[in-house]
């Protein structure tokens, strides 16, 4: 099956800096990556996704960029702000069996 | 729009009592659906989906057991709480054949 590692675990960043989070996948058959944000106490939401016959998708300061030849994807955040500490989950899925596998999450600090 | 909702929203229970947490979801039809739970500072363990009514798929040997008696409607059960069942309890839906899943807003479970 699939199996996805993430790193960081946990990650401090000063307000205005750049944010990077970094997955991993092991079956080539993955074609769907998405990103969730998950604040304390509540469920994750997804924030961005890029399915894999595209490289790089952004949307205003978030943005994802993944390698097929090296199964690897990322997160990239700009302009951090206090609001984007959270912890961040990455997936992956080859969309046979409607599931995602997902990364061990990453705890995100902005510190202002 | 597509709403996903969950109750109760906090649940402290004795080892050794029943379980019911509900989920609906609602403006779609035919929904695929999840339960996932997530220990304390760690990721997200999937337990259950549902492609369809009466349709259980069970990722781990454990206490509990799922139902859907209903298109839009997913029970989470236990008929003897232990206290590892203490945990934040998710549950999300997804259309089709895509791979996007949505989460509720959580339950979160207190054995004592």
């Known amino acids: 099956g699939e199996n996805v590692e993430q790193h960081p675990s946990t990650l401090s960043v000063q307000e205005g800096d750049s944010a990077v989070i970094k997955c991993t996948y092991s079956?080539?058959?993955?074609?769907?990556f998405p990103w969730y944000k998950q604040e304390l106490g509540k469920g994750p939401q997804l924030i961005i996704d890029?399915?894999?016959?595209?490289g790089e998708k952004k949307d205003q300061r978030i943005a994802v960029t993944l390698n097929k030849t090296a199964k690897h994807f990322s997160l990239h955040i700009t302009e951090t702000q206090p609001e984007d500490s959270a912890v961040y989950f990455c997936a992956a899925s080859d969309g046979s069996a409607r599931q995602l596998t997902f990364g061990s999450g990453t705890q995100l600090t902005v510190l202002p | 729009s597509q709403t996903i909702h969950q109750w109760p929203a906090t649940l402290v229970q004795p080892v050794g009592s029943p379980l019911s947490l509900e989920c609906t979801v609602e403006g779609t039809s035919n929904p695929n659906l999840y339960w996932y739970r997530q220990a304390a500072g760690r990721g997200l363990q999937l337990l259950f989906y549902s492609v369809g009514i009466g349709q259980i798929s069970s990722e781990v040997p454990q206490n509990l057991s799922a139902s859907r008696p209903q298109d839009r409607q997913f029970i989470l059960s236990s008929k003897k709480l232990l206290l590892s069942d203490s945990g934040f309890y998710l549950c999300a839906w997804s259309v089709g054949a895509t791979d996007t899943q949505y989460f509720g807003p959580g339950t979160r479970l207190t054995v004592l």
């Open positions: 079956d080539s058959a993955s074609n769907y």
């Open positions: 890029i399915r894999s016959n595209v």
